[in-house]
């Protein structure tokens, strides 16, 4: 059974820094992506990271202030969050994609996790 876990959420303030994870079962995956879904809003890409690591693509309004990395022994990929802004409160979900690419959309992702809360206050 194939299953991806985020943890690491909560609640920061602005400026702040979190780290989400994510843990993978049941496979291994190509690239690994985030995504993120504010209330009232449709679900944006925010990073993805490529099965060695090598290649990894950032959204515009993260770029610089998130770092996505993976540790494959365990199976796990990682979101680091610096500078956190009020405008980065949303559910982060991790999702991945068993064919070798490295995409941005989110409807090129085979698997999803629950999500996890992040809120940010001012």
Do not use: H
Not at 35 to 61: C, H, L, M, N, W
């Amino acid at each position: 059974q194939v299953q991806l876990v985020e943890s690491g959420g909560g609640l920061v303030q602005a400026g702040g820094s979190l780290r989400l994870s994510c843990a993978a079962s049941g496979r291994t995956f190509n690239a690994m992506g985030w995504f993120r879904q504010a209330p009232g809003k449709e679900r944006e890409f925010v990073g993805v990271i490529s099965r060695s690591g090598g290649i990894t693509y950032y959204s515009d309004s993260v770029k610089g202030r998130f770092t996505i990395s993976r540790d494959n022994a365990k199976n796990t990929v990682y979101l680091q969050m610096n500078s956190l802004k009020p405008e980065d409160t949303a559910v982060y979900y991790c999702a991945a994609v068993r064919r070798y690419a490295v995409p941005s959309t989110s409807s090129e992702y085979d698997y999803w996790g629950q999500g996890t809360q992040v809120t940010v206050s001012a």
